[in-house]
């Protein structure tokens, strides 16, 4: 470890370094398995996709001229060419301008960012963080406020004066904390466009060391008891915040990550807890923050990371206001929670964890939401789910409870991926968001990749942390899954909180110019939109599905022709997709929402290489953009 440069990994390579996938020696039984499916893998390399094996994009086939018209209206921009460049690409007719930067003010009399030093003790929690992510607009009154993740930092951008950027101080730390968590920001448009109010009542940072409280089963456990917080209610923070979703009841729901590589050990002969290894737990960390602050030093407070890894909610009309952690909705590396009301009026909230062979998870609560009504108790009371895909096309929500895991329900709630395995659900390719139709009775999941897929090494097959198989199965279909592919399933019954669907693929990523058998992609993908690594997605108001990617944006070998990081328009009745922007080289497309016209398109740009979007000279610069169509026409 000692020769590595970890501030250069990715958190996937990063948890891989830490953790080593394990492997079974049950590999003939695996390989039995796969062999009773070989007419399915058959159709696979045949239609170079598992949806055509499934007939998932059969109406692609059968659509008429006049469907194939009305799909074209469908798209009402130019399909933009994949870009190696370092700035935004959107189509003719479309513009757009940056909202908010990394380290720009959110409040009066604080300094914009010092671009050789960047952000001072002092302002750090008083400015706009790093790295957007997921982020929604909410109305209250005449305002519309953005809430935005700040998923992690750039430890050299943030400390350009040291080695690595690890800090050598307890001041240096708190600018890492600071600059990470939520930010909640009112927006307004005028005549130079979109822009932040400053000094707005609604403006707030939430980061690394803000109050919040813990809620539902695991609230009070002795699991996630510290001596600063003896009684397991009050904690400090919200970690790598990814994904986001909305309630109905207008707050934010900020959900946790890769709350693993923040805690580490200053004793070396510390023996891990054995709950450690699954979540990826380890004696070092990429920030060094347990070398400064007792609370993020596991040989000192070992259930400190027990009090992560959670949904948190937010209201943002009231600067004020608690964070709540709702342990009910599981310990995981979430990536969003995609929230809808079931028929009878039970709240369900969809969850991925981001990890190779993690799983997806559905909450449903006990109560029923009534708009006005109190909505304390909706995501403390209820049942959390695991989903089982079979290779027929069918599935079915496991309820993760005492009687089907062995476990008590704090256990659960701390010890979720345990849990899950212990269902037998099934391992996927890294779920990533979670999105819901708002005009059909349906949701769509981005299984982003998974190069460990089928993989065997000595005679030995991958599994996950936690020893689960990650044997090809019907909806993760490709070993060594370097491109991804979207998952949709239709609830029984026309009712989210069923606990049976069945389900296809509405794309495979690939790429046809390079291959001819199923790394090819689906029958819906050509040389026009190719891309790798779905991961944010969102629908607009019509039911278009906006797919946001995090790949690799080498343009070459298997990756030739795919160009830089991107975000695609799908059409779910026809499967049709389309290309609309184009990111600098380096940076991730992720996270988006809508002004309340639906006139402007915000989007995050996260991790840009060169000096975006300020120019040269400057340093990189987490933004959101503001899109919008040279005519001011809708735009979602």
């Known amino acids: 470890m000692t020769n590595i440069d970890t501030s250069k990994l990715s958190w996937d390579e990063w948890d891989e370094l830490q953790n080593p996938p394990p492997a079974v020696t049950d590999f003939d039984r695996v390989v039995e398995s796969a062999v009773s499916r ?27 001229s006049a469907q194939a018209q009305e799909a074209a209206s469908r798209f009402p921009f130019k399909p933009v060419l994949a870009a190696t460049d370092h ?19 959110l409040f009066p009399n604080v300094a914009d960012i010092d671009p050789t030093k960047g952000v001072s003790v002092e302002n750090s929690d008083k400015v706009f963080g790093e790295n957007t992510d997921g ?51 009112e927006v307004a448009e005028g005549k130079d466009g979109w822009e932040i109010v400053v000094g707005s009542p609604f403006n707030r940072r939430i980061h690394h060391n803000t109050p919040m409280k813990l809620s539902g089963p695991a ?24 994904g986001a979703g909305r309630t109905p009841w207008g707050t934010y729901l900020t959900c946790e990550e890769n709350f693993n590589g923040y805690f580490g050990s200053t004793e070396p002969n510390f023996k891990m807890p054995d709950d450690f290894k699954r979540y990826g737990i380890a004696a070092e960390t990429r920030y060094g923050y347990e070398k400064f602050d007792e609370r993020f030093d596991v040989s000192k407070n070992p259930n400190e990371p027990r009090r992560a890894g959670y949904v948190v909610e937010i209201d943002p009309s009231n600067a004020s206001s608690t964070p709540i952690k709702r342990t009910a909705l599981g310990r995981i590396k979430h990536e969003n929670a995609a929230v809808v009301v079931a028929r009878d009026g039970r709240v369900v909230v969809y969850m991925g964890d981001d990890e190779r062979g993690e799983f997806l998870y559905k909450f449903v609560s006990s109560g029923i939401y009534v708009p006005g009504g109190d909505t304390s108790k909706l995501l403390d009371e209820g049942t959390l789910h695991v989903a089982k895909f079979t290779d027929d096309g069918n599935g079915e929500w496991l309820a993760l409870t005492p009687k089907s895991t062995g476990m008590k329900m704090d256990e659960i709630c701390v010890f979720t991926r345990q849990a899950a395995s212990k269902v037998g659900a099934t391992t996927m390719d890294r779920p990533e968001w979670v999105a819901i139709n708002p005009v059909a009775i349906e949701a769509y999941c981005a299984l982003t ?74 029958s819906n993908i050509n040389s026009g939109n190719m891309f790798n690594s779905p ?22 070998g298997d990756f030739a022709g795919q160009g830089n990081n991107q975000m695609l328009a799908g059409d779910p ?37 060169a000096p975006f979007p300020d120019g040269e000279g400057k340093l990189p610069r987490s933004t959101i953009i503001a899109i919008k169509r040279d005519d001011n026409a809708m735009i979602g």
């Open 38 to 64: 070989r007419g399915f893998l058959g159709g696979l390399l045949a239609f170079g996709s598992a949806a055509a094996a499934l007939g998932t994009l059969g109406n692609l086939a059968t659509s008429t």
């Open 135 to 185: 982020m929604e607009l909410f109305v209250v009154g005449s305002h519309q406020l953005i809430a935005v993740n700040h998923e992690y930092v750039n430890n050299e951008t943030n400390l350009p004066h040291r080695e690595k950027g690890m800090p050598a101080n307890l001041d240096e730390v708190k600018i890492l904390q600071h600059m990470q968590g939520v930010t909640v920001m």
């Open 219 to 242: 609230a009070g456990s002795e699991l996630v008891k510290t001596a600063a917080d003896p009684k397991g209610v009050d904690c400090l923070g919200t970690f790598n915040n990814c």
């Open 535 to 556: 991961d944010g997605m969102m629908f607009d108001s019509t039911g278009l599905l906006w797919i946001q990617t995090d790949g690799e944006d080498s343009n070459e």
């Open 449 to 522: 990749n998974n190069s460990r897929r089928g993989e065997v090494k000595d005679g030995k097959i991958r599994t996950n942390a936690g020893g689960d198989v990650m044997a090809v199965n019907a909806a993760n279909p490709r070993e060594k899954n370097e491109y991804g592919q979207i998952v949709r399933w239709y609830p029984a019954n026309d009712d989210h909180a069923d606990g049976k669907f069945k389900w296809d693929l509405f794309c495979m990523a690939g790429n046809p110019d390079v291959h001819k058998d199923s790394y090819a992609g689906s």
């Open 87 to 105: 700035t935004v690409h959107v189509p003719e007719g479309y513009s757009w301008k940056p909202l908010a930067k990394w380290g720009q003010p």
């Open 573 to 609: 009745v026809t499967g049709r997709i389309e290309r609309f922007l184009t990111a600098p080289k380096g940076a991730e497309v992720t996270g988006q929402t809508w002004s309340a016209d639906k006139r402007t398109h915000f989007v995050g740009i996260q991790h840009p290489d």
